[in-house]
């Protein structure tokens, strides 16, 4: 699996892989400690879908990097090719593809990303799952996480003992109407972050399994609050 196309914005020359069709727009140069937000959409969607969302959390200058999920479906890709249902794999085949789908991400990230540069993860469903996975496939790389309806894929992973001791900033979003998955595996996804993170657990009264404005506004706070980006003056 590869990743070979991206929508970026970022301030500083990047060692672009030469197979990846990246679509770039100029920064406006980002003090060195400043975070890089990659994004990950989900199931069928593609990397313009979540770039404007960084308007309403308080980052709309910050540099990001969105990338397209290396499976073609839908209107763009999916970083699972096997699911159970709705683009949803369950147990064993569900950590074998996150995993798969995180190394991909890692390659990408540290082909184009300086490593002095933070990385804060953000995605919506599959790609709400794959942001706060990153953190268990290297939690020294990737300084928090925020997560859109996502869910959790069992299993241990490298980095979970070294998340206890760290307890990086992670913010999980869902809504009380998803039905996109069990109740099961909302639970666990909060109590795994609870155990391994500073979780910032929301949920939106008869939400579905979308992105409220309430949302976002928690999210800037979450942003703010752990210094990702400048708190508003008016």
Not at 10 to 38: C, N
Not at 66 to 88: C, K, N, Q
Not at 219 to 227: A, D, K
Request: charged share 20%.
């Amino acid at each position: 699996m590869k990743i070979t196309k991206a929508l970026t914005r970022l301030s500083a020359p990047t060692a672009s892989d030469a197979t990846a069709s990246v679509t770039a727009t100029a920064g406006s140069g980002a003090a060195s400690d400043a975070p890089v937000f990659v994004l990950l959409h989900g199931w069928g969607s593609n990397e313009y879908d979540l770039p404007d969302l960084l308007d309403y959390c308080g980052a709309g200058s910050a540099d990001y990097a969105s990338l397209r999920a290396p499976i073609p479906y839908g209107m763009g890709g999916t970083w699972f090719g096997d699911w159970a249902h709705e683009g949803v794999p369950e147990g064993e085949s569900l950590t074998r593809q996150a995993g798969e789908a995180a190394a991909a991400i890692d390659e990408w990230v540290h082909a184009n990303i300086p490593d002095e540069r933070r990385v804060v993860t953000m995605g919506f469903s599959q790609g709400g799952l794959l942001a706060a996975h990153m953190l268990r496939f290297d939690p020294e790389r990737y300084a928090a996480a925020v997560s859109f309806s996502g869910w959790l894929a069992p299993g241990a992973m490298p980095g979970d003992d070294a998340l206890m001791a760290s307890r990086p900033p992670v913010f999980y979003g869902h809504g009380s109407a998803d039905d996109i998955f069990p109740k099961s595996d909302v639970a666990a996804m909060s109590a795994f972050w609870d155990a391994h993170a500073t979780l910032d657990e929301h949920v939106y009264p008869g939400m579905t399994h979308s992105i409220n404005m309430d949302e976002l506004r928690d999210v800037r706070s979450f942003l703010e609050s752990n210094g990702f980006v400048r708190p508003r003056i008016w």
